[in-house]
Each structure stands twice: as structure tokens, then as C-alpha cells.
Nanobody, 126 residues
Framework: QVQLQESGPGLVKPSQTLSLTCTVS??????????WSWVRQPPGKGREWMGA???????YYSESLKGRFTISSDNAKTTVYLQMNSLKPDDTAVYYC??????????????????WGQGTQVTVSS
């Protein structure tokens, strides 16, 4: 059973860089046809799909957020990273890691994913 665990700094100042980690247990990021996404949900708003990294290393990004963040993985293939630059208060959200087998999806709906993390709160404030 694959489990996902997000972790991050919690509180970040505006203009700083955010680094989040999604630790994968019970599986490998390189398992064929798995796609590992980051989804966020600001307070009082809907979820937003941010991007994903595929089992083969390809990356996919939301057009609205493209250029502000990078998704990568480690050599051991057990961790997915999200690095986001120039943070703004609007980036305050719960950030989730999710995994789907089959084809890439840009949906932020949990039921479309096979595995979903518990989320980590990120607050951008001075």
C-alpha cells in the first residue's frame, strides 16, 4: 500500500522560496505509469492542481502557475519535491501530494487519484 506524507516549513515570508517534500512509502516513483501530483487548497477556496512528475521523469505544470515552481524527485525515487519561488500571501494553502496510475490528470479532485496525502499547511506571512 502506497502512502504519501507531505512536509514543509509551515510559515514562510513573502518573496521567499518554499520547499515541500512528499515522502513515498510502499512504492517507487518510477513504478510504470504512476503520476505524482501536487494539489493545493487555499482557505475558503477550491483545490487547484499545480503540476506533476511522471514515472519516467517528465513533468507537467499548470499553465496559470507555470514558471513559479518546479517539481522534481530524488535519486532514490522515494521523494517528490515542490519548490516554489517568490511566494505571496495568496500562496497560503494546504498542499497535498497525490498519485494516480494510468494517465496524467490535471484534476484536483481526490477521487481521481489512487493515493492522497494528508496535506501540509503553508502560511505565507510577514
Amino acid at each position: 500500500q502506497v502512502q504519501l506524507q507531505e512536509s514543509g516549513p509551515g510559515l514562510v515570508k513573502p518573496s521567499q522560496t518554499l520547499s515541500l517534500t512528499c515522502t513515498v512509502s510502499g512504492g517507487s516513483i518510477t513504478t510504470s505509469h504512476f503520476y505524482w501530483s501536487w494539489v493545493r487548497q487555499p482557505p475558503g477556496k477550491g483545490r487547484e492542481w499545480m503540476g506533476a512528475i511522471a514515472f519516467d521523469g517528465d513533468t507537467y505544470y499548470s499553465e496559470s502557475l507555470k514558471g513559479r515552481f518546479t517539481i522534481s524527485s530524488d535519486n532514490a525515487k522515494t521523494t517528490v519535491y515542490l519548490q516554489m519561488n517568490s511566494l505571496k500571501p495568496d500562496d497560503t494553502a494546504v498542499y497535498y501530494c497525490a498519485a494516480r496510475w494510468g494517465v496524467i490528470t490535471h484534476t484536483p479532485v481526490p477521487s481521481f487519484y489512487d493515493y492522497w496525502g494528508q496535506g501540509t499547511q503553508v502560511t505565507v506571512s510577514s
